[in-house]
C-alpha cells in the first residue's frame, strides 16, 4: 500500500513523498542527497463548532462570549464622549 511519508535527507531538508509502506530511503527531492523515512507529529485541532468535543465547545463558547462583550462594548462607547475620556 502507498501512503505519503516524510523523508529527511542529510543536508536536513524535509520532503513529503508517495511511497511503499516497506520503503524507508529515498532520494531528497531538493539536492538530491539520501533521505530517510521520519516519523512526523500529527497535526490535530478539535472542531469546536460540532458539539462532539464537549470541553473545546465550552472553551469556544466561553473565548466568543467574552470577544462579543469586549466588540459590544467598543460599539456602545462608538462616537460618545466617553470613548475619548482616557482617566476611565
Given at each position: 500500500m502507498r501512503r505519503l511519508f516524510d523523508f529527511k535527507c542529510t543536508d536536513g531538508h524535509v520532503t513529503e513523498q508517495f511511497v511503499d509502506d516497506e520503503t524507508y530511503e529515498s532520494i531528497c527531492k531538493?539536492?538530491?542527497n539520501p533521505a530517510t523515512r521520519i516519523i512526523s507529529p500529527v497535526r490535530s485541532m478539535l472542531d469546536p463548532i460540532s458539539g462532539n468535543f464537549?470541553?473545546?465547545?465550552?472553551?469556544?463558547?466561553?473565548?466568543?462570549?467574552?470577544?462579543?462583550?469586549?466588540?459590544?462594548?467598543?460599539?456602545?462607547?462608538?462616537?460618545?464622549?466617553?470613548?475619548?475620556?482616557?482617566?476611565?
Open positions: 531538493l539536492c538530491g464537549p470541553k473545546a465547545t465550552e472553551k469556544w463558547v466561553k473565548n466568543r462570549t467574552q470577544r462579543m462583550k469586549i466588540e459590544n462594548k467598543a460599539m456602545d462607547n462608538h462616537g460618545s464622549d466617553a470613548a475619548w475620556d482616557v482617566s476611565k
